[in-house]
Structure formats: structure tokens, C-alpha cells
């Protein structure tokens, strides 16, 4: 069973506000990701990180930031945000030290911006 | 260009027939991975089953089964005795080294509702 949490896992929130969208994971696990999933689309992969200090863009452009100072912890910040910001984001996490590196979902947050 | 490919936007089950969920992919990569996982209406993605490029055998995992055709490029996903449970969206995934970032490949889903 995989020990992944988002926070919040629902947000209605203003355009040109601040958000940080948490992402913890109890694994020990190395690396992080963060995918965008439209309604009912496939999830693009928008962010990774190997390890603590390390951080990669994904293959779908994003304004959003991300930080890795702890291995367990991998938030995502928006500077300001926008109604085409709307959007479901997912945080996984898998080991690089498994043969197979399965990635392990969080449950979601589900961003909505006015 | 799209790696993995799902045909079936949606389908219609009886409860307790089984169900076929079609992929099939595309990479330049002899070495690679194909997921499975099921995204119920919560949203959270749950993870069912993995085939190895190398594996010889078709995977299983309880009521789970993957077809693998390597040579067809097709990683199709079998439930035997379908649940209402079951009703969900479901995502094929491949991992590569093609060269891009790292992370999941996932095609864009197959909505199955099972019927009582």
C-alpha cells in the first residue's frame, strides 16, 4: 500500500493568487513527479525529481515551480494562478533502487481558479 | 508523437463477464515498461499491473491478466469476472529510455462501466 498525500485534495481559488499544492510520501522514495490531468484526459508528466536538490521540466510546459529539499516532501507552487491552470494534479513517487520502479500514486488535488 | 494508443473511449460490461481494455505502443526502445492502473471517479490512480519488455510471461495479478504481443506492439489488459467495483477509468503507461523526460507515457484511457 503506498503512503502518498496531497494537500488540499480540493481548491477553489481566485486568478493572480499564490498557491502551493503539498505532496508527501513516507517511502524513503527517491524520486518525485508531478502530473497534470485534465477532465478526463491522460496525465502529462510535468515535473521530476531524482532526489533531494534535484528537479527536471517534464514534457509538458508549465508555469508552475517546484522544490526538493527533503527527500519525503516535493510541493508545488504557483506564482499566480490562472482560470487555464484549472486542472487535477497528481503527485507519484518511485524508488530507483527497485528493479522495477512502479510509481505509486498520491490521491489528487483538484484545482479550479476563477 | 503519441506513444501509447487506447481505442476504446468507453465500454459497456455485464457484471461477471470479462473484460479486453486494448493498448498499444510505440517505442524505438528494446528495453521498456507497460502499466496499467485504474483512476475510480475519486481520482486517485491505483496501480494493477506491470509487464516487463523482457518478460517472457504474461503478468497477473489476481483478477488481472495482461496480453502481451510484443511483436504487435499490444500490452491489452484482461479482468476476469467483472465487478461493479470495476467500473472506472483505466490508463495504459509505458516507461522507456527514449530520451525524454523521465516519467510515465500514458494514453488517454478507456471509461469502463459495468453493468448489474
Known amino acids: 500500500e503506498a503512503d502518498i498525500y496531497q494537500t488540499p485534495r480540493y481548491l477553489v481559488i481566485g486568478t493572480g493568487k499564490k498557491i502551493t499544492l503539498e505532496c508527501s510520501q513516507t517511502?524513503?522514495?527517491?524520486?518525485m513527479y508531478w502530473y497534470q490531468q485534465d477532465p478526463g484526459m491522460e496525465l502529462h508528466l510535468i515535473h521530476y525529481s531524482y532526489g533531494v536538490n534535484s528537479t527536471e521540466k517534464g514534457d509538458l510546459s508549465s508555469e508552475s515551480t517546484v522544490s526538493r529539499i527533503r527527500t519525503e516532501h516535493f510541493p508545488l507552487t504557483l506564482e499566480s494562478a490562472r482560470p487555464s491552470h484549472t486542472s487535477q494534479y497528481l503527485c507519484?513517487?518511485?524508488?530507483?533502487?527497485?528493479?522495477?520502479?512502479?510509481?505509486?500514486f498520491g490521491p489528487g488535488t483538484r484545482l479550479l481558479v476563477l | 508523437a503519441q506513444k501509447i494508443t487506447q481505442t476504446q473511449p468507453g465500454m459497456f460490461v455485464q457484471e461477471k463477464e470479462a473484460v479486453t481494455l486494448d493498448c498499444t505502443y510505440d517505442t524505438s526502445d528494446q528495453s521498456y515498461g507497460l502499466f496499467w492502473y485504474k483512476q475510480p471517479s475519486s481520482g486517485e490512480m491505483i496501480f494493477l499491473i506491470y509487464q516487463g519488455s523482457y518478460d517472457e510471461q504474461n503478468a497477473t495479478e489476481g483478477r488481472y491478466s495482461l496480453n502481451f504481443q510484443k511483436a504487435r506492439k499490444s500490452a491489452n489488459l484482461v479482468i476476469s469476472a467483472s465487478q461493479l467495483g470495476d467500473s472506472a477509468m483505466y490508463f495504459c503507461a509505458m516507461e522507456d529510455s527514449g530520451g525524454g523526460a523521465d516519467g510515465l507515457t500514458f494514453g488517454k484511457g478507456t471509461h469502463l462501466i459495468i453493468q448489474p
Open positions: 517511502m524513503g522514495h527517491d524520486k
Open positions: 507519484a513517487s518511485s524508488a530507483i533502487r527497485e528493479v522495477r520502479e512502479t510509481q505509486y
